[in-house]
Structure formats: structure tokens, C-alpha cells
């Protein structure tokens, strides 16, 4: 029921089947998420990069929440530890963003032109509206009969995450077909 879950794992054991098996449940459920790496003061030889490579090591353990903030804390010495509350509340607003639907008109064009393998076919998609929030929904109308390859799908959702970012929270979007005509 929470509208923000923190998944709060050990950097030094890190992801078990619980940690991926809670993630995708979160993910699913169209909640936001913040993944906190704690003992992060066990870790080793810690370099300026340190922090980097640990959030690629995450990164690569649930590529399915790549748009989850990743903090590194240290319950002893509460380092970062006053982020989460800060996060949470972030991803508490790009939730509840809600995009005019001007920006989701060039978002649409210029997205669809600039696909590779896709340009040739960019008037598929005739309309691209934000139709929910918790999480951002959006709807895509095509002209297309037949279901449509999920490539346009992920390219309206990469474009949306690069122009609006929605850092920490899923984002949907469906498309929206037109009847098939019976004969």
C-alpha cells in the first residue's frame, strides 16, 4: 500500500532472490522505489568510484528498475542516511507529474523521427496522451489494425525518461488500437 517502497539490501552479500523477488513486486505494482545499499562502511578500499561501481553492480542485478535512485549508506554513522526520506519524497512528485500534452506532441515526433528502424514508420503512432499518475500512464493511439511491435513502446518510454526523467517511479505505457472492421 505504500506509494514509496525503499528496498534496503548489504552491498558487501548483495542481491538474493528476496531482494530481485521484492524489486519486481514493487515494479509490478507501479510504486515507487529507492534501493539503498547499507554497510556500505564494510566495503573495503573505497575509491572516488567506489560508490559508481557499486550502483553498476546493482544496476546489473535488477535491470528491470533501472529507473530506481541508488543510495549507499552506513547505519552506524548515518551517512546518506537523511537521503532517503529526501528521495522518497522526489519520487513522491515525479508520480504525480503530470506532462502538457504540447511537450507529449513534440515528445511523439521527435521520438518516432529519431528512432533507428522505426523512422520509416513514424505516423503509426497518431497520439500520445498522459491518460494516469501513480504511476505516470500514457496512451499511445496507432492507425495500425494489427498489434504493434514493442519497440515503439520502449522508444516513447525511453524518450519520456530522457526529456521527463520520472526518476523513481514505473511508467506505463499502453497503446490504443482502432477495431478491427468484421466482415
Not at 500500500?1 to 552479500?13: F, G, M, R
Not at 532517503?84 to 512528485?93: E, N, P
Amino acid at each position: 500500500q505504500a506509494d514509496v517502497a525503499v528496498l534496503v539490501y548489504s552491498i558487501p552479500d548483495g542481491f538474493g532472490v528476496v531482494e530481485k523477488t521484492l524489486a519486481g513486486k514493487v515494479a509490478d505494482l507501479g510504486r515507487g522505489l529507492v534501493i539503498v545499499g547499507n554497510k556500505w562502511d564494510l566495503v573495503p578500499e573505497k575509491s572516488p568510484t567506489s560508490t559508481l561501481v557499486a550502483e553498476k553492480l546493482m544496476r546489473r542485478s535488477l535491470p528491470f528498475v533501472s529507473w530506481a535512485p541508488f543510495l549507499a549508506t552506513a547505519a552506524p554513522t548515518k551517512l546518506h542516511v537523511h537521503r532517503i526520506l529526501q528521495t522518497a519524497i522526489a519520487i513522491t512528485a515525479e508520480r504525480e507529474r503530470v506532462i502538457p500534452q504540447i511537450e507529449l506532441d513534440a515528445l511523439r515526433r521527435s521520438a518516432l523521427r529519431l528512432a533507428p528502424g522505426v523512422k520509416r514508420q513514424a505516423k503509426v503512432i497518431t497520439h500520445l496522451e498522459q491518460t494516469g499518475v501513480l504511476p505516470p500512464t500514457f496512451t499511445m493511439r496507432t492507425s495500425r489494425r494489427q498489434a504493434l511491435h514493442s519497440t515503439y513502446t520502449r522508444v516513447i518510454e525511453k524518450a519520456l525518461r530522457t526529456k521527463f526523467s520520472f526518476t523513481g517511479t514505473p511508467i506505463r505505457v499502453r497503446v490504443e488500437q482502432p477495431f478491427a472492421k468484421s466482415i
